[in-house]
């Protein structure tokens, strides 16, 4: 209800949506301080890659390797993790690797894995929910030749979408949360859009590829499209599914991407949809509301349509019987309290146990393929498991949703796993060694601690 904490506030969506600059290799991106216009005639204070808020959009091409600069003109420690990219080690953004104030990092990522739709964010420990709230993220677009010859929407027709609730305090973005907020994830009023809050984009009546990232610290959004439009799920995190998926609504967690075609010849010219999220559950404060994100003016017709692929890519699926190893991780508790949200209060935990940088807590030999299991069955608390360094499938989902979701169907980084769940991911660990971390994506959960590394060998 209006008044209760952290309900949204919709805005007038008459603002043009602001889409990032495209970069690719030789890219210099400087963490800075900026200011935006978030809110409609309201200049705020941010942290930013590009001036202004996020950071540009990557592209490279499988086979490539991307050189990037990182210049760290924060007043605290920096760096950055390619979420979803496989990389070298020294390469991946792990938390001891930072820039200090001043200070530069050079980063050369060999793109070995197929296309799909990555992201950047800032990894320093204790710090990264606060400056991707500021607005340090962007999009890693990989193409590749399978992608290529599908035709896909592209050039005006594709567009970035990065979701993001801001909280402000009068016209500053204000990132403070109290005990209490660390529970449950930093829950902002605002919601934007590339870094606008209620925006609108003119579309012709023909097919659009929407890439969207959920890129907030805690939020959950439940995503559909008003006017009975339907989202053709054609990939998630890791790519291409093997063939779209129909929905009307999809839920997507923090630090999961979805890749949509939309078909606007649907609606008449002159006439507007939204991008909205739907309430999801009754027993979570987020999941009670639903709420418009966006609005897209169908503003003229076009007489080109497009053909949506029965079949979009080859996926091989990843047999269990080669898995040499099923690690369960316990996520429901709270490291020095009772259990459980209800318990005394602690720090958010996998398996008892919260990040300490220098500790190795897994091992695993590469090239060898294992089941991981993420038990969040006793908690009552949202938790996004993401891992670094590798590309799963989800193949289990017991309690809650029993299932596994349209966008599960290819391959992952991040998963949800909601309250009374326990979810199974099977995958191959490549051929670099050296110590990644595995962590929840609610931002709050993973600064508290609710990452542990491991370490392929
Ligand atoms: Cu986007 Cu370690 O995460
Ligand atoms: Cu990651
Ligand atoms: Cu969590």
């Given at each position: 209800?209006?008044?209760?904490?952290?309900?949204?506030?919709e805005?007038?969506?008459?603002r043009?949506?602001?889409q990032?600059?495209?970069?690719?290799?030789?890219t210099v991106?400087?963490?800075?301080?900026?200011?935006?216009?978030?809110?409609?005639?309201?200049?705020?204070?941010?942290?930013?890659?590009?001036?202004?808020?996020?950071?540009?959009?990557?592209?490279?091409?499988?086979?490539?390797t991307?050189?990037?600069?990182?210049?760290?003109?924060?007043?605290?420690?920096?760096?950055?993790?390619?979420?979803?990219?496989?990389?070298?080690?020294?390469?991946d953004?792990?938390?001891?690797?930072?820039?200090?104030?001043?200070?530069?990092?050079?980063?050369?990522?060999?793109?070995?894995?197929?296309?799909?739709?990555?992201?950047?964010?800032?990894?320093?420990?204790?710090?990264?929910?606060?400056?991707?709230?500021?607005?340090?993220?962007?999009?890693?677009?990989?193409?590749?030749?399978?992608?290529?010859?599908?035709?896909?929407?592209?050039?005006?027709?594709?567009?970035?979408?990065?979701?993001?609730?801001?909280?402000?305090e009068?016209?500053?973005?204000?990132?403070?949360?109290?005990?209490?907020?660390?529970?449950?994830?930093?829950?902002?009023?605002?919601?934007?859009v590339?870094?606008?809050?209620?925006?609108?984009f003119n579309?012709?009546?023909?097919?659009?590829?929407?890439?969207?990232?959920?890129?907030?610290?805690?939020?959950?959004?439940k995503?559909?499209?008003?006017?009975?439009?339907?989202?053709h799920?054609?990939?998630?995190?890791?790519?291409?599914?093997?063939?779209?998926?129909?929905?009307?609504?999809?839920?997507?967690?923090?630090?999961?991407r979805?890749?949509?075609?939309v078909?606007?010849?649907q609606?008449?010219?002159?006439?507007?949809?939204?991008?909205?999220?739907?309430?999801?559950?009754?027993?979570?404060?987020?999941?009670?509301q639903s709420?418009?994100?966006?609005?897209?003016?169908?503003?003229?017709?076009?007489?080109?349509?497009?053909?949506?692929?029965?079949?979009?890519?080859?996926?091989?699926?990843?047999?269990?019987?080669?898995?040499?190893?099923t690690?369960?991780?316990?996520?429901?508790a709270?490291?020095?309290?009772?259990?459980?949200?209800?318990g005394?209060?602690?720090?958010?935990?996998?398996?008892?146990?919260?990040?300490?940088m220098?500790?190795?807590?897994?091992?695993?030999?590469a090239?060898?393929?294992?089941?991981?299991?993420?038990?969040?069955?006793?908690?009552?608390?949202?938790?996004p498991?993401?891992?670094h360094?590798?590309?799963f499938?989800?193949?289990?989902?017991?309690?809650?949703?029993?299932k596994?979701?349209?966008s599960?169907?290819?391959w992952?980084?991040?998963?949800?796993?909601?309250?009374?769940?326990?979810?199974?991911v099977?995958?191959?660990?490549?051929?670099?060694?050296?110590?990644?971390v595995?962590?929840?994506?609610n931002?709050?959960?993973?600064?508290?601690g609710?990452m542990?590394?491991?370490?392929?060998?």
């Amino acid at each position: 209800m209006i008044g209760e904490p952290n309900w949204i506030v919709e805005g007038s969506f008459d603002r043009l949506l602001p889409q990032p600059a495209t970069s690719s290799t030789g890219t210099v991106l400087s963490a800075q301080f900026s200011t935006s216009e978030i809110l409609k005639g309201r200049a705020s204070q941010t942290l930013s890659y590009a001036n202004g808020l996020l950071g540009p959009t990557i592209r490279a091409n499988t086979g490539q390797t991307v050189n990037v600069s990182l210049q760290n003109n924060l007043s605290e420690e920096t760096n950055i993790h390619w979420h979803g990219l496989i990389l070298p080690e020294n390469m991946d953004g792990h938390p001891k690797d930072v820039a200090s104030s001043g200070g530069t990092l050079q980063y050369a990522l060999p793109i070995i894995q197929r296309a799909g739709t990555y992201w950047y964010h800032p990894h320093p420990h204790g710090l990264t929910a606060k400056q991707v709230f500021m607005g340090l993220a962007g999009m890693f677009i990989v193409n590749d030749e399978e992608e290529a010859a599908l035709n896909l929407p592209g050039g005006e027709f594709e567009i970035p979408l990065i979701i993001q609730d801001k909280h402000f305090e009068g016209s500053n973005l204000d990132y403070s949360p109290t005990p209490d907020e660390i529970m449950s994830g930093y829950m902002g009023e605002q919601v934007t859009v590339n870094g606008m809050h209620a925006p609108y984009f003119n579309v012709a009546t023909t097919w659009y590829r929407l890439r969207i990232l959920n890129g907030s610290t805690a939020r959950v959004y439940k995503l559909a499209i008003t006017g009975g439009l339907q989202m053709h799920i054609i990939g998630s995190d890791g790519g291409l599914l093997r063939s779209p998926e129909t929905v009307a609504e999809i839920l997507l967690g923090p630090g999961e991407r979805l890749d949509v075609l939309v078909d606007f010849s649907q609606v008449g010219v002159g006439k507007e949809v939204f991008l909205v999220s739907n309430s999801f559950s009754e027993f979570n404060v987020q999941g009670r509301q639903s709420f418009k994100l966006m609005k897209f003016k169908v503003d003229r017709a076009v007489s080109f349509g497009f053909t949506l692929p029965s079949v979009l890519s080859n996926i091989s699926v990843i047999d269990h019987m080669h898995a040499v190893n099923t690690r369960t991780f316990d996520i429901s508790a709270m490291a020095g309290g009772e259990g459980g949200h209800g318990g005394t209060m602690g720090r958010h935990s996998i398996n008892g146990r919260t990040f300490e940088m220098d500790r190795v807590d897994e091992t695993v030999a590469a090239g060898t393929t294992e089941i991981w299991e993420f038990d969040n069955m006793m908690g009552d608390e949202i938790h996004p498991m993401h891992i670094h360094g590798v590309q799963f499938q989800v193949i289990h989902r017991m309690g809650g949703r029993n299932k596994i979701i349209a966008s599960e169907k290819g391959w992952k980084d991040t998963v949800l796993v909601m309250p009374g769940e326990k979810v199974k991911v099977i995958m191959t660990f490549p051929e670099y060694t050296g110590v990644f971390v595995f962590h929840c994506h609610n931002l709050e959960h993973e600064d508290d601690g609710m990452m542990l590394n491991y370490k392929i060998e």
